[in-house]
Each structure stands twice: as C-alpha cells, then as structure tokens.
C-alpha cells in the first residue's frame, strides 16, 4: 500500500488529526523502519521526539536515494530559529509552528511536487 502522508511526531494527538491513507511514527527510527514496506508521498515531521529526532531523521531520509525527492514539513515548538535552520539546510520543504490549523498545512503543500518514492512507485506499476 502505498500512503499520500506520513506523521513523525510523539504525540498520539497530532499523529490523529489528518485524514486519508496516513502512515503514522512516534519517532525517527520508527519511520524509517515503516518507510521500507510503505513509501509515502509527503512526509511531516516533528522536531523534538525521542530515540531519533526530526534532524536526525531528516538527514537519514534525505540520505536515501529513494527519499531524497520526499517533501519534507517540519513541525516544531521551537522559538529559536537554529533547528529549524538546520532543517532547512538539510532540505526540508518547509515549517510550521505547533499548534498548528489544516490551512496552515495547506498553504505550506501549495506548490509542493508530490514526485518522492511513493510516486515513481506508482508510476512503474503504471
């Protein structure tokens, strides 16, 4: 199965509050474990978790040839900018401020190619 989101964060709450084929994770190493047998289109992830951290996770995602095209959207509590510079500079898509609204999401996704590993998966069964 192949999922359009995937929720990186450890809350249970904000893993929840989506709707439509969600792949959900409470941290980095969970992710990835979940990310080999169901690619996803669009990745969000939080930055502060335990065991495996949103930068942490990142630069391993973005490592793997099959997700470096994945859009990435870090959500974060962070007042200061340093994390989330850092998570610009290993390529994520973008940021927003937790607690966040679905239209923040949205304006965030405007304009985001939904061209990651779930999609060229798609495309070779085609």
Do not use: W
């Amino acid at each position: 199965m192949v999922v359009d989101v995937m929720i990186v964060d450890d809350s249970a709450t904000i893993r929840k509050i989506t709707v439509g084929k969600i792949l959900d994770a409470s941290d980095g190493r969970e992710a990835l474990e979940k990310l080999k047998s169901q690619p996803a289109n669009l990745v969000l992830s939080d930055i502060n978790m335990p065991n495996m951290d949103g930068i942490q996770f990142l630069s391993e995602l973005k490592s793997r040839a099959e997700y470096k095209n994945v859009p990435v959207i870090m959500i974060t509590t962070e007042g200061g900018e340093a994390k989330v510079m850092d998570a610009v500079q290993l390529s994520a898509s973008g940021y927003v401020r937790k607690p966040f609204t679905a239209d923040q999401i949205k304006k965030k996704l405007c304009g985001l190619s939904l061209t990651g590993a779930a999609h060229d998966e798609t495309k070779a069964r085609r």
